[in-house]
């Protein structure tokens, strides 16, 4: 079935550090691959995501490419912030649009940005 | 910026009780989603609503689970007889065709 695994955590960082939480899916087809954010107490915001191979999806300084040939969707970014640390999780719809269909997600990484 | 907002932020409930679970979805929204995350574990989908019925659920949304869209504005989970394993946040989702997901701030249910 289909699946997604992250690399376990907590990811412990100092401030303008680069970051790479690994992601890597199982899955028929074209899925859609996303990357959620959860700051404390707050719910699970969408990061980014894409929608075909090689696309790369980026927002607030982070990225992830979609790589159909390694099924890996890594989130990176150059410089990490204290106001970054949350739990992240990485995400597939199986539906090559994106929409409507279930999330299968990872078990959330978390990481701790320190000044 | 639209939200989905979820009530109660916090329940505990004693085992064998009902609780319901309640959602208000973005308005112009068509299909509904609640998910759960047991601490510490990933968070899993349990059932998608969409034209006031049930298109697709998991294996953890058995028999004691139910899913109703009463007024048109509110989305609620109910759990006839709570069990101590059902303790675990709940997610409420939104998402109307070709938007991404919202998802509310969860309720954390305690089951004691």
């Known amino acids: 079935g289909n699946s997604v695994t992250q690399m376990e955590g907590p990811v412990t960082l100092s401030e303008e550090a680069f970051l790479t939480i690994n992601c890597t899916y199982t899955a028929t087809g074209y899925p859609s691959l996303f990357w959620y954010v959860q700051y404390p107490g707050e719910g699970l915001q969408l990061l980014l995501k894409?929608?075909?191979?090689?696309d790369k999806g980026s927002n607030k300084g982070f990225e992830a490419t979609y790589r159909k040939e390694t099924t890996s969707f890594h989130l990176e970014k150059g410089s990490v912030q204290v106001s970054d640390s949350a739990v992240y999780f990485c995400?597939?719809?199986?539906?090559?649009?994106?929409?409507?269909?279930?999330?299968?997600f990872g078990q959330g990484t978390t990481l701790q940005v320190k000044p | 910026e639209p939200e989905v907002t979820q009530t109660p932020s916090h329940q505990v409930t004693q085992m064998g009780q009902e609780v319901i679970l309640r959602c208000v979805p973005i308005?112009?929204?068509?299909?509904f989603y609640w998910y759960r995350q047991i601490l510490g574990q990933k968070v899993e989908f349990l059932v998608s609503f969409y034209n006031n019925e049930i298109s697709e659920k998991s294996e953890i949304f058995d028999d004691q689970f139910s899913v109703e869209r009463p007024d048109g504005s509110n989305f609620t989970l109910k759990i006839r007889s709570t069990k101590l394993e059902d303790s675990a946040m709940y997610f409420c989702a939104s998402i109307r065709a070709n938007y991404g997901y919202t998802f509310g701030s969860g309720t954390r249910l305690t089951v004691v």
């Open positions: 308005s112009n929204h068509l299909y």
């Open positions: 995400a597939l719809n199986q539906r090559a649009s994106g929409n409507t269909g279930k999330l299968i």
């Open positions: 894409a929608t075909k191979a090689d």
